[in-house]
């Protein structure tokens, strides 16, 4: 049997569950006022005087096994829960002079310009990532200068991953036609009229400044 060193409100409020009672009735087990046990689920940290836990330490010494035994699993404290992986994205701006590639992609019912991108999976560089994807999308080889940082992205929520790189060689085409409708190389000085500069992360536009 647990042994109780001082009862507070929210071991009184696990006893009278342990024994399936409604607050009226725990308050006439124990023989004390209805306003008692209502103030033990007001204030789950606060100590009974010290009557009362003469009474909680009677009610539970005498209560049966079964009772007991919920008892002490009600206050077995709650397993940790790993925090599940946030779903990561990495997102290529690859550069060729004073031109940025993106890809024009399928929604539910529209079409958006994006830039080049692609899931990673767990354990996966982004930067790696970045590369294979652009090539895979769009047939360009490109090479990583800088990563630009990450944040959640305000529209699907996962976690985007930025990534600056240059353009190595290929042709421009659409070789994901399922996801694409398009891709091309479009001027620096036109990005945002195919992507809202509210939709860019900052550092994107900070970089395409200095470029």
Same mark, same amino acid.
């Given at each position: 049997m647990n042994v109780?060193? +001082?009862?507070?409100? &929210?071991?009184?409020?696990?006893?009278?569950? +342990?024994? &399936? #009672?409604?607050?009226?009735a725990f308050a006439d087990h124990l023989g004390v006022s209805v306003r008692t046990v209502g103030k033990w689920h007001a204030e789950p940290d606060a100590a009974p005087r010290p009557d009362m836990q003469q009474i909680l330490d009677?009610?539970?010494?005498? =209560? =049966?096994?079964?009772? &007991?035994h919920r008892f002490s699993l009600l206050l077995r404290p +709650?397993?940790?829960?790993?925090?599940a992986q946030a779903l990561r994205v990495a997102i290529a701006v690859v550069l060729r002079g004073d031109q940025v590639l993106l890809v024009c992609r399928r929604g539910d019912d529209s079409l958006s310009w994006q830039f080049p991108a692609? #899931?990673?999976?767990?354990g996966a560089a982004v930067t790696s990532v970045a590369v294979q994807e652009t090539h895979a999308e769009t047939g360009v080889?490109? +090479?990583? &200068?800088?990563?630009?940082?990450?944040?959640?992205?305000?529209?699907?929520?996962v976690l985007a991953h930025y990534v600056l790189c240059d353009y190595l060689a290929g042709e421009a085409t659409n070789?994901?036609?399922?996801?694409?409708?398009d891709v091309t190389w479009v001027p620096l000085a036109a990005l945002t009229?195919?992507?809202?500069?509210?939709?860019?992360?900052?550092?994107?536009l900070s970089a395409l400044e200095a470029a």
């Open positions: 109780i060193d +001082a009862w507070d409100g &929210r071991k009184a409020c696990a006893l009278q569950q +342990a024994f &399936r #009672m409604t607050q009226e009677t009610a539970y010494e005498r =209560a =049966a096994d079964t009772v &007991r +709650a397993p940790e829960v790993a925090p692609g #899931m990673c999976k767990p080889h490109c +090479a990583v &200068r800088e990563e630009l940082g990450s944040r959640v992205h305000p529209k699907t929520q070789r994901d036609t399922v996801e694409n409708v009229r195919f992507i809202p500069p509210e939709n860019i992360f900052p550092p994107i």
